[in-house]
């Protein structure tokens, strides 16, 4: 009888055993995962900082007084012409609806 309390005992520890093992592979996998949700959190946060720096650059880009200065400083270069009524098409003067397709189906 006394050998059935010492299998118990030996299975008791070796059990013990095996769950400290697993409970400090599970700790040492924790910190592993930590540690790569903190670098992928870092990047997140390099990635929006640098986001709303473009979208501030953008912003300023596309500002109607930086866009009147490229206007002005290009403007020979661009012939831009003054909209006036006078430069748009009439309706009477655009072709129907299709008309370049079957323009181009005839070829």
Known sequence: MMWL????VAFGIGG???SAIGLYEAKIETRELTRALERLEARQNA??????ALDTEWSYLNSPEHLYYL????FDALQLQERVPDSFARLSELPPRGAGLAAQEGQ
């Open 16 to 18: 013990l055993v095996y």
């Open 47 to 52: 990635v929006k900082r640098e986001i709303a």
């Open 5 to 8: 309390w010492r299998v118990i």
């Open 71 to 74: 206007i002005g400083l290009h």
